[in-house]
């Protein structure tokens, strides 16, 4: 089960009923942003910029009691100097968490429990997002506060050392310690991303968290945290000339001090590799596996690639390939998984969170955690079938029963206000001429099992396959790869003769990547510098 405090950097303020609502105050200007300090702002070489936007207000206004907010930056840890990863997503932290206006984080905090208000932050590569939830009643009052955690953060230096040393612990413990599947993944982008701007986790690495300071916070905040990259959405039942409102506060913020977003460099990758990450205590074998792919949202293959990676293993569902053969009819693990984009689960969910968007995406699947002694084997098969997936394709029988599956499914993903105002920034983001879900249905309905296969081939380049593990005794493990070994599955029950037989062809089958294109890396210096 994945932990919040590693997954993401949500961080709630309060949550809570009763008490008398918090009388509204008087709003104050806006701080003109400080100067940003040379040591945050200087790179050698500076990276090239993408020009400032203009403020984009979203309005979903309906009779619900709620009403909710939801403010995205086009700025994520892409964005944190090197020296400082975790810069970006630690100022959002402290931006909810180190006080704001004339309030302490405590003060704060007082203050949201009577309204039971929300407010949260949560940052990914190329996107921070800020969300604040309240009853209509208490808007005005809320509002007070959701914006001057926006426009006049305190960074108060005892907050802030505090939440250095949490996002420290959950680097080192947390990352490192309790979360194989998670370390997996971010090692996994770590490989396809390597000597990039999305190489190093929202976290931030341990060098990086150790030279970050208050006046670090301030100088980013003013940078990318600014009226030239923002987009704000609003939902539910608030009244009459409050979007005007805050299109006239959040449009002033920090003018002077913003700077456009980094433009990203190519990915440049030579051949296979794996990355075992050697962790003595782990009792099972993580293994995350992907490419980089040039489709994004507004790209004319995404629903045929979308379409693919639920055909291999939709999200925590019995709809993939992957998940009937692997844990289905071998039991090997809890799950298997693909994805056509970045993923992030939200909260407890089985649904992807919103607001991650990224202008370069890679495509890749999840073995959720097998025992050691299978690991060699399941690897070969999520491999031979990637390959298989990508040679033969998906037959017209499957196509059609996985349009059927998505095309009802994915309307889950918008259950709530927030959850569609959050879609509806993303498509902003991409610059969708139509809604993302109603995109996608009318792009599967025109789709053929020709055109998905197709774009398989187009996209997924297999030589270039990447593969991140998590395993005690990573150097026999490697070993054992590189050699090719017969890796056979010893079965709990009894199983068809079919399946035998295939096992037998699996625990055979040549991954192809030899010793000198793998790494073993001791967990302790990943994420390290």
Same mark, same amino acid.
């Given at each position: 089960?994945?932990?919040p405090?590693?997954?993401?950097s949500?961080?709630?303020?309060?949550?809570?009923?009763?008490g008398a609502p918090?009388?509204?105050?008087e709003?104050? *200007?806006v701080d003109?942003?400080? /100067?940003a300090t040379? =040591?945050?702002v200087e790179q050698?070489?500076? *990276?090239?910029? =993408?020009?400032?936007g203009?403020?984009?207000?979203?309005e979903?206004r309906?009779?619900? *009691?709620?009403v909710?907010?939801?403010v995205a930056?086009?700025a994520?840890?892409?964005?944190?100097?090197?020296?400082? /990863?975790?810069?970006?997503?630690?100022?959002?932290?402290?931006?909810?968490?180190?006080g704001?206006?004339?309030r302490s &984080?405590?003060?704060?905090?007082?203050?949201l429990?009577?309204m039971?208000?929300?407010?949260?932050?949560?940052?990914d590569?190329?996107?921070?997002v800020f969300?604040g939830r309240?009853?209509r009643?208490?808007?005005?009052?809320?509002? %007070?506060?959701?914006?001057?955690?926006? $426009?006049?953060?305190r960074?108060?230096?005892?907050?802030?050392e505090?939440?250095l040393?949490?996002?420290?612990?959950?680097?080192t413990?947390g990352?490192r310690?309790?979360?194989?599947e998670?370390?997996?993944?971010?090692v996994?982008?770590?490989?396809?991303? =390597?000597g990039h701007p &999305?190489?190093?986790?929202?976290?931030g690495?341990?060098?990086?968290?150790g030279?970050i300071g208050?006046?670090?916070l301030?100088?980013?905040?003013?940078?990318?945290?600014c009226?030239?990259?923002?987009?704000?959405?609003?939902?539910?039942? +608030?009244?009459?000339g409050?979007?005007?409102?805050?299109?006239?506060d959040?449009?002033a913020?920090?003018?002077?001090?913003?700077?456009?977003r980094?433009?990203?460099?190519?990915v =440049?990758l030579?051949?296979?590799?794996?990355w075992l990450?050697?962790?003595?205590?782990?009792?099972?074998? $993580?293994?995350?596996?992907?490419? *980089?792919?040039?489709v994004?949202?507004?790209?004319?293959d995404y629903?045929?690639?979308?379409?693919?990676a639920? &055909?291999?293993?939709?999200?925590r569902t019995?709809?993939?390939?992957?998940?009937?053969?692997m844990?289905?009819d071998?039991g090997?693990?809890y799950?298997d +998984?693909a994805?056509?984009?970045h993923?992030?689960?939200?909260?407890?969910?089985?649904f992807p969170?919103?607001?991650?968007?990224?202008r370069?995406?890679?495509f890749?699947?999840?073995?959720r955690?097998?025992?050691p002694?299978n690991?060699h084997f399941?690897i070969r098969m999520v491999?031979?079938e990637?390959r298989q997936?990508?040679?033969d394709?998906?037959?017209t029988?499957?196509?059609e029963?996985?349009r059927?599956?998505?095309?009802r499914? &994915?309307?889950?993903?918008l259950q709530?206000?927030?959850?569609?105002?959050?879609?509806?920034?993303?498509?902003?983001y991409y610059d969708s001429?139509?809604p993302w879900l109603?995109?996608?249905?009318? %792009?599967w309905?025109r789709?053929?099992? /020709?055109?998905?296969?197709a774009?398989v081939?187009?996209?997924?380049d297999?030589?270039?396959?990447q593969?991140?593990?998590?395993a005690a005794?990573?150097?026999?493990?490697?070993d054992?790869l590189?050699?090719?070994?017969?890796?056979?599955?010893?079965?709990?029950?009894a199983?068809?003769?079919?399946?035998?037989?295939?096992?037998r /062809?699996?625990a055979? +089958?040549?991954?192809?990547?030899?010793r000198?294109?793998?790494?073993?890396?001791?967990v302790a210096?990943?994420?390290?510098?």
């Open positions: 089960m994945m932990r405090v590693v997954l993401s949500w961080v709630v303020l309060a949550l809570a009923c009763g918090t009388p509204p105050a709003i104050p *200007p003109q942003a400080p /100067e040379s =040591e945050v050698a070489p500076a *990276p090239e910029r =993408e020009d400032l203009v403020l984009e207000l979203i979903m309906s009779g619900s *009691p709620m909710t907010l939801r930056f086009d994520g840890s892409a964005e944190d100097p090197d020296g400082r /990863e975790g810069l970006t997503r630690l100022t959002a932290e402290a931006m909810v968490e180190a704001a206006g004339d &984080y405590a003060q704060l905090t007082e203050a429990y009577p039971a208000g929300e407010i949260h932050a949560a940052t590569r190329d996107q921070t969300v309240v009853h009643d208490h808007l005005d009052a809320f509002y %007070a506060l959701f914006r001057d955690v926006l $426009a006049r953060p960074f108060d230096e005892r907050d802030v505090r939440l040393a949490r996002a420290r612990t959950a680097l413990m990352l310690g309790n979360d194989d998670e370390l997996g993944k971010q996994l982008q770590a490989m396809l991303y =390597e &999305y190489g190093h986790p929202e976290l690495t341990e060098r990086g968290l030279a208050p006046d670090d301030r100088a980013q905040a003013a940078r990318v945290f009226s030239g990259r923002v987009t704000v959405g609003l939902a539910g039942g +608030y009244p009459e409050f979007a005007a409102r805050v299109r006239g959040l449009g913020m920090r003018r002077d001090g913003c700077v456009g980094i433009r990203l460099p190519a =440049e030579d051949g296979m590799r794996i990450v050697d962790k003595p205590d782990a009792r099972s074998v $993580a293994v995350s596996l992907g490419v *980089p792919i040039d994004t949202r507004d790209h004319e629903a045929a690639l979308t379409l693919a639920a &055909y291999l293993g939709q999200h019995f709809a993939g390939r992957l998940m009937q053969k844990r289905g071998r090997l693990n799950g +998984y994805y056509a984009e993923f992030v689960q939200e909260g407890w969910s089985r969170r919103p607001n991650i968007s990224r370069q995406q890679y890749s699947a999840w073995v955690p097998v025992q002694e690991a399941a491999v031979r990637l997936f990508v040679r394709g998906i037959s029988e499957d196509f029963r996985i059927t599956f998505v095309d499914y &994915y309307a889950l993903y709530t206000e927030s959850r569609r105002l959050g879609f509806a920034i993303d498509d902003r001429p139509q109603e995109g996608l249905r009318e %792009a309905r789709l053929t099992p /020709e055109q998905v296969n774009a081939r187009r996209h997924l297999l030589s270039k396959l593969i991140a593990i998590v005794d990573a150097q026999a493990l490697a054992r590189a050699s090719e070994v017969e890796s056979p599955l010893r079965h709990r029950g199983p068809s003769e079919a399946i035998l037989a295939e096992d /062809e699996i055979r +089958y040549r991954i192809g990547i030899g000198d294109r793998m790494r073993v890396l001791p210096e990943i994420f390290a510098q």
